[in-house]
């Protein structure tokens, strides 16, 4: 997550702090994911849902994982922002969800 963090130096020593002020942005908090589950089972194509270890799925998520309708990927050793925390093994697991649904990869 280098690019959320600018580096300050103070009396020789480096710190980080975030770009921007996360707490200006708790007021949207609650609306980014409401509802969040239900748009992304809505739609009708393969679908890979990419996670962390430590993360959990809601109850709706769950269900629909288990009646097979997309596919979970656990990614260990990362944050919450696995892509860019492994984006080597975040970049296989897509190229193996669009090889194993055949979706095209390039374009003509």
Not at 3 to 28: A, F, M, P, R, V
Not at 65 to 72: E, R
Not at 85 to 108: G, H, S, V, W
């Amino acid at each position: 997550m280098p690019g959320q963090l600018t580096e300050i130096e103070k009396n020789n020593n480096k710190y980080y702090t975030w770009k921007i002020d996360l707490k200006s942005t708790e007021k949207y908090w609650m609306g980014w994911f409401k509802g969040l589950s239900k748009i992304f089972l809505g739609i009708h194509i393969p679908k890979i849902l990419v996670t962390a270890e430590k993360e959990r799925m809601d109850k709706e998520l769950t269900i629909a994982q288990m009646q097979g309708k997309f596919k979970v990927v656990v990614i260990h050793n990362v944050g919450h922002s696995v892509h860019e925390d492994d984006f080597k093994c975040m970049a296989k697991e897509c190229y193996n969800f669009l090889k194993d649904f055949r979706i095209p990869m390039t374009l003509q």
